[in-house]
């Protein structure tokens, strides 16, 4: 240990034992570190501690009353007692206290069984009160919507309100009333205004706060699977909760995942669609009638034997497939496989990659000098955090969580710039608002900017290329900044990806990251937009992001060019809704009429789905096993939680491998794993199940700096994308307790 982290070492006695603690640690933590466990009700390592329930107090020697360790720091010749018969009392005393007018309807409520006040009860050993109340009368319960509040159950711990303002950011709780006549109530006092994530119902250790959606099932009834989100990019891990195999909730471990147990509302309400009367649960078959359902057998050699035929007469140029951000790893590398190994076709690709290949399969080519998937980890050290085209609050909530507990916890700061008002606390130290339009010129006046005023040491010819940027105070403002505090990393959301001029933005938001020593982390829409460029399903690309040799397989045009021009005669659409989310999907619509014959899988019948001749039933990823690859390229894995309506996508695209002569071998998600794991040098670890994935070999060894000629855009500009929380969620659309508060905003 180096002579200065001695320094901010202390010495300190707990129960006899001598130890050691880095200065600013508090006697819970240094108590709990070695092994003293210590109970806690209002306590949550997360937040700021408040000290409101007294549970945790412990003895210190030459001091007359028991202090909270969950407050008090470690001091230099500190001697603690955290158990003791004087102590024990005092906490019994305390519970008594709380529980003085709390309901004893346990049977009747929610939380029972996983209640932290039952559960400190039972503990300390209480079994009765000392003191008594005036009567107790129930009140009626609040309804804010997706949150219902209890003021009866309620212990005023105030966890609602320090997760919804230190770790939300939206501070939509206060106190009202002092005494016994407190209570949590909205900061107006009208009804709950908020994005209704449910962190509060997450936090809340007793039934006070809960779901609105409806109670219906006890916490020892529920089998829990602990799974990732299948929403956004972020990777969050959440915990399904099953009775009768029928998905109740969604909950989340505090202790799990690099989201700390935050989740977003789609994450904690959006898992209605999983078992959705929307749900299509059989194959269905085009006819005169329209659709009709059929069996899986029937439908998978009508499909084996279409494909066949017109394999048969055009070849591999026939077939056109598009991939799914929303589907597992192993999903899209059996899709892919399929296609190159079976129809001996190279021509699939996804969505992002459609609405901007550069910036997605080809990133490490475009960018490749700069990495674009700063990992979570970096957040912990990073000194600046530069939101560019993205609302931190809204676009990835959890992105959002993690900024600000790097804020809270080491002092971070942050500068948004965004062409509307950006809300995000706490509040920016430099917002900018820009033109929409004007985008890329305001990129090219910060770096601009940025090369005269910054003092970074760099390239004259590159310098001269750029210009000097125009005198701008709130650039300067931002430049100034950023070299005060150093260590910044850009956080590019869906404004500049889906802008016109996105590759000249992009390019420069990575040069001014080589300027300024920092990293950049695309936001990505879907929970496998990452994994479905890694694992091949683009055009050119195989899996691991390898360059496609076989010219036979080489696509030279664009799916939809393909379509337009009659070379393709067969589309297969796996897990994506096109006409829902591509920019520009007439054009989409359109190429469909020249196509003769059109495959769609997927769970529910999507504007794309209603155009195909035959549609296969996939499972969702609450009922299969796999992978998702987030954002910063973290793979993790998924578990099936109920049993499967329709097949997972690797098992059809297997099955009419097999039908067509080809068998992959794959029984189980395992070969798939292992198959992967062999072939693509990305994904070695693949069957780990958490690792990230290491693009450093994909990255160009380069010090030039370069600039992106910005593509011309004619006609008026304006951001065509909804980035509200619900509108980012192609499930939410089968989500009805959702329904009302689309937008993040109770209707």
Same mark, same amino acid.
């Given at each position: 240990m180096s002579v200065d982290a001695k320094k901010k070492m202390v010495t300190l006695t707990i129960n006899d034992k001598p130890v050691e603690v880095q200065k600013g640690t508090t006697i819970l933590e240094a108590s709990r570190a070695n092994g003293f466990d210590i109970p806690t009700l209002c306590y949550l390592k997360k937040?700021? @501690?408040?000290? +409101? =329930?007294?549970?945790?107090?412990?003895?210190?020697?030459? /001091?007359?009353? @028991?202090?909270? +360790? =969950?407050?008090?720091?470690?001091?230099?010749?500190?001697? /603690?007692?955290?158990?003791?018969? +004087?102590?024990?009392?005092?906490?019994?005393?305390?519970?008594?206290?709380?529980?003085?007018?709390?309901?004893?309807?346990?049977?009747?409520?929610?939380?029972?069984?996983?209640?932290?006040?039952?559960?400190?009860?039972?503990e300390l050993n209480v079994l009765g009160h000392k003191w008594t109340t005036q009567g107790h009368t129930r009140k009626p319960i609040v309804d804010w919507g997706l949150i219902k509040y209890d003021q009866n159950l309620c212990i005023m711990c105030e966890r609602c309100i320090k997760v919804c303002r230190e770790v939300q950011g939206v501070a939509a709780y206060k106190i009202d009333g002092t005494g016994y006549k407190s209570k949590i109530n909205t900061v107006t006092g009208e009804k709950l205004d908020c994005d209704f994530c449910g962190q509060c119902i997450s936090v809340c250790p007793v039934g006070a706060l809960s779901s609105g959606i409806g109670f219906a099932g006890r916490a020892w009834e529920m089998k829990r699977t602990a799974t990732i989100c299948p929403h956004c990019g972020v990777g969050c891990t959440l915990d399904i909760n099953v009775k009768k195999d029928k998905v109740i909730r969604v909950t989340s471990n505090h202790k799990a995942g690099i989201n700390d147990g935050n989740l977003c509302a789609r994450g904690r309400f959006g898992y209605q669609f999983i078992q959705s009367d929307e749900r299509v649960t059989a194959p269905l078959i085009k006819s005169d009638a329209g659709m009709e359902n059929a069996k899986w057998n029937d439908a998978l050699e009508a499909v084996a034997q279409k494909l066949k035929s017109y394999k048969d007469k055009f070849g591999g140029k026939a077939f056109v497939g598009i991939g799914s951000e929303r589907s597992t790893n192993e999903d899209n590398y059996v899709f892919q496989k399929f296609f190159r190994e079976v129809l001996g076709s190279g021509n699939l690709d996804n969505v992002a990659n459609m609405n901007n290949g550069d910036i997605c399969s080809k990133a490490f080519e475009t960018f490749g000098d700069v990495s674009l998937t700063a990992s979570y980890e970096s957040f912990d050290s990073a000194d600046l955090f530069v939101l560019i085209g993205a609302d931190g609050s809204v676009e990835n909530p959890v992105v959002g969580n993690l900024i600000r507990r790097a804020t809270i916890n080491h002092g971070a700061d942050t500068a948004i710039a965004y062409s509307r008002k950006a809300v995000f606390l706490p509040e920016p130290k430099v917002a900018l608002t820009y033109d929409y339009k004007d985008m890329n010129s305001f990129m090219l006046n910060l770096l601009g900017r940025t090369i005269e005023n910054g003092g970074y040491d760099v390239d004259s010819a590159f310098t001269k290329s750029v210009g000097k940027g125009s005198a701008d105070l709130a650039i300067d403002e931002l430049v100034a900044f950023t070299k005060k505090r150093g260590n910044p990393i850009y956080i590019v959301g869906q404004e500049a990806q889906k802008h016109p001029q996105a590759n000249a933005i992009i390019r420069n938001i990575a040069n001014l990251a080589k300027i300024c020593g920092g990293k950049v982390l695309m936001l990505k829409e879907y929970c496998n937009t990452q994994g479905v460029n890694d694992i091949g399903v683009s055009p050119n690309v195989l899996p691991g992001r390898k360059p496609e040799y076989r010219p036979e397989l080489i696509c030279g045009s664009s799916v939809i060019d393909q379509m337009k021009s009659g070379t393709a005669k067969v589309l297969i659409v796996f897990d994506e809704d096109v006409l829902g989310r591509l920019s520009g999907s007439e054009s989409f619509r359109d190429a469909c009429g020249n196509v003769e014959y059109i495959v769609v899988v997927d769970q529910f019948k999507s504007e794309t789905a209603k155009l195909a001749d035959v549609f296969l039933a996939s499972s969702t990823s609450a009922e299969k096993d796999g992978t998702f690859t987030d954002m910063e390229g973290r793979c993790q894995a998924v578990f099936r939680a109920v049993s499967p309506i329709g097949k997972p996508a690797w098992q059809i695209f297997t099955e009419l491998a097999s039908k067509l002569g080809k068998d992959f071998g794959f029984k189980s998600v395992a070969d798939i794993q292992a198959e992967i794991a062999k072939d693509v040098p990305l994904y070695s670890g693949i069957a780990s199940g958490d690792f990230l994935v290491d693009y450093g070999p994909l990255l160009k060894s380069s010090s030039e700096l370069k600039l992106v000629e910005p593509a011309k855009v004619e006609g008026e500009l304006n951001p065509s994308y909804d980035q509200s929380l619900f509108s980012l969620g192609l499930y939410t659309d089968y989500c009805p307790a959702l329904k009302p508060y689309q937008g993040g905003k109770a209707q």
């Open positions: 937040l700021k @501690p408040i000290g +409101s =329930c007294r549970l945790c107090s412990v003895e210190l020697e030459g /001091v007359a009353s @028991p202090v909270m +360790s =969950c407050e008090t720091p470690a001091a230099q010749g500190m001697n /603690v007692t955290t158990d003791s018969e +004087s102590l024990k009392k005092y906490r019994q005393d305390m519970m008594r206290m709380i529980l003085v007018e709390h309901p004893r309807d346990c049977p009747v409520c929610e939380r029972s069984g996983e209640c932290s006040l039952q559960d400190r009860t039972f």
